[in-house]
């Protein structure tokens, strides 16, 4: 929130699946009810089908399974950036 009133908005939201105080998609709603427009990219460290269309209807742009190689996970970023 406090971005988006500054007026610099991030580009890009790295949002992994498992935190703290919330999952990726409760945090991934609340930020796009916020008027977040941006890329949220989404990782997680399950494959399963229901954990990865419950990040994409809270509004992630793509989904990525970890393990990450490095390669991967630039062709992806610059793939939605770009």
Do not use: C, W
Not at 11 to 29: E, F
Not at 36 to 60: M, P, R, S
Not at 65 to 71: G, I, Q, R, T, Y
Request: hydrophobic share 50%; charged share 15%; aromatic share 8%.
């Amino acid at each position: 929130a406090a971005s988006l009133e500054s007026g610099a908005p991030y580009d890009v939201i790295l949002m992994d699946y498992v935190m703290p105080v919330m999952d990726g998609p409760t945090a991934t709603a609340k930020i796009r009810k916020i008027g977040f427009k941006g890329v949220i990219l989404g990782v997680t460290g399950n494959g399963h089908q229901a954990e990865i269309d419950l990040f994409t209807n809270a509004g992630a742009n793509k989904i990525m399974v970890k393990p990450l190689s490095a390669d991967q996970f630039y062709a992806t970023l610059l793939g939605m950036v770009a």
